[in-house]
């Protein structure tokens, strides 16, 4: 049997990911509106349990992940941030960069192909304005004290 590579390079330590989990749930919930009680309520365990997995002072077990799946609607993955790939504002910063980069030469390799594909060019310029936005909105102060303080308490 052939072994897959794993795409993950440990970007963020245990700790760092049971912070960020804390936090997602912590939003989710509050975006529902609910309290801390009512979720470990509709979970079927001890609200204190509950508040240690939005403390980020321990891991909820699967099961748990997968019933606050359920409850909120979204994907486990969603829920432990599985796809981010950032630390601070800086990081999303050089990512942009790279993405822009990548968008440059794929522009090029588009222009010298000679082919004409309706919509790519205007695809291609839209992917670049996104790029830009995101690192504008990554510059902003609002956006520096949520990302680069992640997991921290409010």
């Known amino acids: 049997m052939e072994m897959m590579e794993i795409q993950y390079n440990g970007e963020f330590s245990v700790e760092e990911r049971k912070a960020m989990t804390a936090e997602m ?3 989710l919930r509050r975006g529902k509106r609910l309290s801390q009680k009512e979720v470990a309520g509709q ?3 001890p609200a204190t349990t509950y508040n240690t997995y939005e403390s980020g002072r321990t891991e909820p077990p699967i099961e748990i992940l997968v ?3 359920h409850l909120y609607k979204v994907p486990v993955d969603i829920i432990v941030q599985r796809d981010r790939t950032y630390k601070t504002t800086d990081d999303i910063g050089k990512q942009m960069a790279e993405f822009k980069e990548e968008l440059a030469q794929l522009d090029k390799d ?10 790519m060019t205007d695809f291609l310029a839209t992917l670049n304005k996104l790029a830009d936005a995101m690192t504008t ?4 102060e ?13």
């Open 43 to 45: 979970l079927n365990i």
């Open 137 to 140: 909105y990554s510059q902003t």
């Open 142 to 154: 609002a956006a520096q004290k949520a990302i680069n303080n992640h997991g921290k308490k409010d």
């Open 110 to 119: 588009y222009a010298e192909s000679g082919k004409d594909i309706p919509g």
């Open 67 to 69: 019933r606050l799946s």
């Open 25 to 27: 749930l912590r939003e």
